[in-house]
């Protein structure tokens, strides 16, 4: 059973750094792009960007700028960091799996809930 | 990237049939039959509903449809239940290899 186990600060104040890890256990690790969503409180989603098991990245075009996503293979996780965050940036974040070859997600992880407040 | 534009709300009686659309541009919904949809209940991760425009995962119900026209891609539910009272979101692949998702539809059973 695929199982995607997120962590990472609840609480931020404007300007720090987001940073959250997903790690992946039950399935392979390679074979698919592993991505970063988010939902503001009582909003849509919206789509951070993507990772493959190579280091290969593609991201939202509005938080491009902000946004890093990388891999660590040999732990089978991957982790989003969101530089100078406002509150704008309070949000459920969902880290996800979509399989290579394919456009939608599978699998998504429990969210955490990141809150930036002064 | 926009969001691609759902109806902020939808209603129907039970056994009636419900249809959601999304539209988006020529560079996203029009552009590829990459569209997917997902239903999402309160306080609860979304759930993949159906993928490629028409395809169902294994496990959903066949209530479930979806199709697209042009630059409007659609979700059909059939028969419908009070299980399948949520919110609901579209998502499509895009030109820039990107993704976007819809702006959302909170469905109704009365």
């Known amino acids: 059973q695929v199982q995607l186990q997120q962590w990472g600060a609840g609480l931020l104040k404007p300007s720090e750094t987001l940073s959250l890890t997903c790690a992946v256990s039950g399935g392979s690790f390679s074979g698919y792009y592993w991505s970063w969503i988010r939902q503001p409180p009582g909003q849509g989603l919206e789509w951070i960007g993507k990772?493959?098991?190579?280091?290969?990245?593609n991201y939202n075009p509005s938080l491009k700028s902000r946004v890093t996503i990388s891999v660590d293979t040999s732990k089978n996780q991957f982790s989003l960091k969101l530089s100078s965050v406002t509150a704008a940036d309070t949000a459920v974040y969902y880290c996800?799996?979509?399989?290579?070859?394919?456009?939608?997600?599978?699998?998504w992880g429990q969210g955490t809930l990141v809150t930036v407040s002064s | 990237q926009s969001a691609l534009t759902q109806p902020a709300s939808v209603s129907g009686s039970p056994g009636q049939s419900i249809t959601i659309s999304c539209t988006g541009t020529?560079?996203?919904?029009?552009?590829?039959?990459?569209v997917s949809w997902y239903q999402q209940h309160p306080g609860e991760a979304p759930k993949l509903m159906i993928y490629?425009?028409?395809r169902r995962p294994s496990g959903v119900s066949n209530r479930f449809s979806g199709s697209k026209s042009g630059n409007t891609a659609s979700l059909t539910i059939s028969g419908l239940q009070a299980e399948d009272e949520a919110d609901y979101y579209c998502s499509s692949y895009t030109s820039s290899s990107t993704y976007v998702f819809g702006t959302g539809t909170k469905v109704t059973v009365l």
């Open positions: 020529s560079s996203d919904v029009g552009g590829y039959d990459y």
């Open positions: 996800a799996r979509i399989p290579l070859g394919y456009t939608y997600v599978g699998y």
């Open positions: 990772i493959n098991h190579g280091g290969s990245t």
């Open positions: 490629d425009v028409t």
